[in-house]
């Protein structure tokens, strides 16, 4: 792709480092923002500029947040005996579109993937386990994807927590094998909370459909 200016050129390279953003479509957008004016550029400079330097990870779950604790975990009426972990954020998100949980969450920030090097010990699973000594939550919903990785995590959140005085459940098989939790329908999803069931219940499951 020849350029007739080093700074468009410079342009589109920022943003095709973006997920998902392809050459073609940084075009589009870097010659969409030259067309714009000043302060709507600005506008978006100061946004993005904020986003980085002021938003923060709650220090008690993991969500993301403008303070040090977030507006759900700094909720009197949520229900703080129930725990939700989830992958990321966009986790967080889809559940509370749903209206039907509330409980708090526990953002793992990723998922057990030795092939691109992430283990346990990049995951904020140990937060986790001192978030249970020291909460005593009476139960821990497995919310996390049915991908082999999210599934992966599952179970070895499941060894970690098995000798705990807590429930841990898992959310029904509304949501498809190998689905993610962002991409399920409100309905689907709420459903899959409010009927979750015993994690051993779903370990029996899996096994049952390999066999």
Do not use: W
């Not at 468009?8 to 957008?29: C, Y």
């Amino acid at each position: 792709m020849n350029f007739s200016s080093k700074y468009l050129e410079k342009a589109v390279d920022e943003i095709s480092n973006l997920p998902g953003i392809g050459k073609k479509t940084a075009l589009r957008l870097a010659l969409h923002l030259l067309r714009q004016d000043e302060e709507a550029v600005g506008s978006l400079s100061e946004a993005l500029l904020a986003l980085k330097n002021k938003v923060n990870e709650c220090q008690k779950c993991g969500n993301l947040s403008d303070h040090n604790i977030c507006e759900i975990c700094a909720n009197p009426t949520r229900n703080d005996e129930l725990i939700c972990v989830v992958e990321d954020v966009r986790d967080v998100m889809a559940i509370e579109n749903t209206s039907q949980y509330r409980g708090l969450y526990h953002v793992l920030g990723g998922v057990i993937s030795p092939m691109e090097g992430i283990g346990p010990a990049e995951l904020n699973i140990g937060s986790l386990i001192n978030r249970v000594e020291q909460s005593t939550p009476k139960e821990i919903i497995f919310g996390l994807g049915t991908t082999m990785e999210g599934e992966t995590t599952t179970f070895y959140l499941y060894k970690k927590l098995a000798g705990f005085d807590i429930k841990l459940s898992a959310i029904a098989r509304g949501i498809a094998v190998g689905d993610q939790l962002e991409y399920a329908d409100e309905v689907t999803l709420a459903r899959s909370i409010t009927n979750r069931v015993p994690y051993e219940n779903s370990i029996t499951q899996n096994q049952n459909s390999r066999a």
